[in-house]
C-alpha cells in the first residue's frame, strides 16, 4: 500500500500469509484468485477478515486494525477496488 502505515500493517500482519503460496491464501496481486471472493461483496469480505474464515485468522492478526483499514488492505490486495 503507498500509505506508510497501511504498508506497515499489511507487512507484519496479512503479508505473512497473503504473499506466501503455502498458507493457501489468495494471494496479493492475484486478481483471478481475488475475484470469486469479492464477489461475495465488501460486507462478507470484512466479516471473514474480522471474525476469520476457514485458514483467515480473526482480524488477520492485526488486533488494532480498524474496519476502514481492513477494507483498504483487502482492496490492496485484490488489485482492484472492492464493490459494495
Ligand atoms: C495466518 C495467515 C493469514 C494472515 C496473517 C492473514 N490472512 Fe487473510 N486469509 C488467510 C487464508 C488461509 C485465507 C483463505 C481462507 C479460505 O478461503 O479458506 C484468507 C482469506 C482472506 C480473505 C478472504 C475471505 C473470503 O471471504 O473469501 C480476506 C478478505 C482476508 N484474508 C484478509 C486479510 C487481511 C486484511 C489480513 C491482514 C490484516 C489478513 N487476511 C491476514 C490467511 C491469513
Not at 503455502?22 to 492475484?30: E, K, Q, R, V
Not at 481475488?34 to 480473526?58: C, F, K, S, V
Amino acid at each position: 500500500p503507498s500509505d506508510p502505515a497501511l504498508a506497515q500493517i499489511y507487512a507484519n500482519s496479512c503479508q505473512l500469509c497473503h504473499a506466501n503460496p503455502a498458507a493457501n491464501a489468495p494471494l496479493t496481486g492475484d486478481r483471478k484468485a481475488w475475484e470469486p471472493r469479492l464477489r461475495q461483496g465488501a460486507d462478507t469480505l470484512l466479516d471473514h477478515a474480522i471474525n476469520g474464515y476457514n485458514g483467515m485468522p480473526p482480524m488477520g492478526q492485526c488486533v488494532e486494525c480498524s474496519e476502514e483499514q481492513f477494507l483498504q488492505l483487502i482492496g490492496f490486495m485484490a488489485n482492484q477496488p472492492l464493490p459494495q
